[in-house]
T-cell receptor, first 110, second 112 residues
Framework: DVKVTQSSRYLVKRTGEKVFLECVQD?????MFWYRQDPGLGLRLIYF???????EKGDIPEGYSVSREKKERFSLILESASTNQTSMYLC?????????FGDGTRLSIL | LAKTTQPISMDSYEGQEVNITCSHN???????ITWYQQFPSQGPRFIIQ???TKVTNEVASLFIPADRKSSTLSLPRVSLSDTAVYYC?????????????FGTGTRLQVTL
């Protein structure tokens, strides 16, 4: 079974902090994704990566950056956290065909 | 990039068949249609995938008309545990990454 692991299920940070969300997949997938999920808005794509050190902006990249130094790890970075970034963040990886998700990190910015 | 449109919510009684339709008018030739199920506090999980006509597995069926501009997920005899959000995803099945964009999903509520 494919496993996508997000480092934290719940995280509380303060406004202005630099926040790192980590994601690791164990199936050697080339493609990895970061989404955020808010009530009534569904899953919105922040960034995706199709190879090590390669990244593409999704639909809502503002206020975020990403890092992919190793194939199995994809990090989402909030450079200066703001309260409107309080959300559920979901990481995913894909092989042609299906997308596999982690269980999410619920991030609260106070 | 194929945008998808689904109903926001649906209600059903236990034991009924539920059909959820997704519109994807600008689906590309290489795109597959995949459906996901999401429970609260969990990531979405794969249900079924198809390219055209009909696909059936142990949990659902997927109907895709010839023009592929829509698809219908069919859940036979739903139970309370099928209460969840269902997402339709249209994307390429090739080796390069496609910008996999989900719609807002359909919230299915099953009651007794």
């Amino acid at each position: 079974d494919v496993k996508v692991t997000q480092s934290s299920r719940y995280l509380v940070k303060r406004t202005g902090e630099k926040v790192f969300l980590e994601c690791v997949q164990d199936m050697d997938h080339e493609n990895m994704f970061w989404y955020r999920q808010d009530p009534g808005l569904g899953l919105r794509l922040i960034y995706f990566s199709y190879d090590v050190k390669m990244k593409e902006k999704g639909d809502i990249p503002e206020g975020y950056s990403v890092s992919r130094e190793k194939k199995e790890r994809f990090s989402l970075i909030l450079e200066s956290a703001s309260t409107n970034q309080t959300s559920m963040y979901l990481c995913a990886s894909s092989f042609p065909g299906t997308v596999h998700f982690g269980d999410g990190t619920r991030l609260s910015i106070l | 990039l194929a945008k998808t449109t689904q109903p926001i919510s649906m209600d059903s009684y236990e034991g009924q068949e539920v059909n959820i339709t997704c519109s994807h008018n600008n689906i590309a030739t290489n795109d597959y249609i995949t459906w996901y199920q999401q429970f609260p506090s969990q990531g979405p999980r794969f249900i079924i995938q198809g390219y055209k006509t009909k696909v059936t597995n142990e949990v659902a069926s997927l109907f895709i008309p010839a023009d592929r501009k829509s698809s219908t997920l069919s859940l036979p005899r739903v139970s309370l545990s099928d209460t969840a959000v269902y997402y339709c995803l249209v994307g390429s099945n090739t080796g390069t990454a496609s910008k996999l964009t989900f719609g807002t999903g359909t919230r299915l509520q099953v009651t007794l």
